[in-house]
């Protein structure tokens, strides 16, 4: 089965940075698209970063752009989400999530969301 797994979460005071990983298990990294969204309570899904690994394309959300910085490492099928600057707005519930590379590239995983999604980790950010 396909699972996706995020960590690395947790509470970081404004202008710190965290590291987020979403390890996948039951399919081939470079077969897929993997994208990071986040959710915060009373608002819309919001695509954060994503990333085709067989082409290197990637995408930012306006709002992340220049801070965040999303990464592969397909020897450990695994997506990093490198976070800095972080401020009271980047808190959310950030998700993981796949979709078939052939027909999704980064930009439009990011629109579109994936069909496989993981549990989910809590990134808080306040002094």
């Known amino acids: 089965q396909v699972q996706l797994v995020e960590s690395g979460g947790g509470l970081v005071q404004p202008g710190g940075s965290l590291r987020l990983s979403c390890a996948g298990s039951?399919?081939?990294?470079?077969?897929?698209?993997i994208g990071w969204f986040r959710q915060a309570p009373g608002k819309e899904r919001e695509g954060v970063s994503c990333v085709r690994s067989s082409d290197g394309s990637t995408h930012y959300a306006d709002s992340v752009q220049g801070r965040f910085t999303i990464s592969s490492d397909n020897a450990k099928n695994t997506v990093y989400l490198e976070m800095n600057r972080l401020n009271p707005e980047d808190t959310a519930v950030y998700y993981c999530?796949?979709?078939?590379?052939?027909?999704?590239?980064?930009?439009?995983?990011?629109?579109?969301?994936?069909?496989?999604w993981g549990q989910g980790t809590q990134v808080t950010v306040s002094s």
């Open positions: 039951g399919f081939t990294l470079d077969y897929y698209a």
């Open positions: 999530a796949a979709e078939a590379a052939l027909t999704t590239a980064a930009q439009a995983m990011c629109v579109m969301g994936g069909h496989f």
